[in-house]
C-alpha cells in the first residue's frame, strides 16, 4: 500500500517558512496550528500517511518565531516604558499593545481549543 504525504504537515512547513521571511505572525500561527493537526492525522492514520518530520519543522519554525515575536514585543514594551517617563502618552500606548497582545493569545487558545490546532 502506498504512503501518501500529510497535507497539513507540507503547510505547516511552508508557513514555517514563510514566517520567517514574508509573514511572520500570520505564518508563525498557521504553521502551529496545522502542524499540530497533521501530528494528530499522521498518528491517526496508522501508517498510511508520512510527514511527522515536516509537521515538526513546521512547528519549531512556528514557535520560535512567536518566542522572539514576543521577545521583541517585550523590548518594545520596556522602551515605551521608558520613554513614558517623558511623556503622558505611554498609559495609552500601553494599555492598547496589551489589547493586541491579549487578542492574539486569545485568538491561539480558542484554536487549540477547538481543536483546529
Known amino acids: 500500500m502506498e ?5 497539513a504537515a507540507v503547510v505547516s512547513l511552508v508557513c514555517g517558512i ?3 521571511s514574508a509573514l ?6 498557521v504553521a502551529i496550528v496545522a502542524g499540530h493537526g497533521a501530528l494528530r492525522q499522521i498518528r491517526a492514520s496508522g501508517g498510511l500517511e508520512t510527514g511527522e518530520g515536516m509537521a515538526l519543522a513546521g512547528l519549531v519554525l512556528g514557535w520560535i518565531q512567536i ?11 520596556l522602551i ?9 502618552l505611554t498609559l495609552i500606548a500601553l494599555v492598547g499593545f496589551g489589547l493586541v497582545l491579549l487578542a ?3 485568538g491561539l487558545l480558542a484554536m487549540l481549543g477547538f481543536g483546529i490546532g
Open 3 to 7: 504512503r501518501s504525504t500529510n497535507t
Open 80 to 88: 515605551l516604558l521608558l520613554a513614558g517617563l517623558f511623556s503622558g
Open 67 to 77: 518566542g522572539l515575536l514576543l521577545l521583541a514585543a517585550a523590548g518594545w514594551l
Open 104 to 106: 492574539g493569545l486569545l
Open 18 to 20: 514563510l514566517a520567517w
Open 24 to 29: 511572520p505572525v500570520l505564518g508563525s500561527l
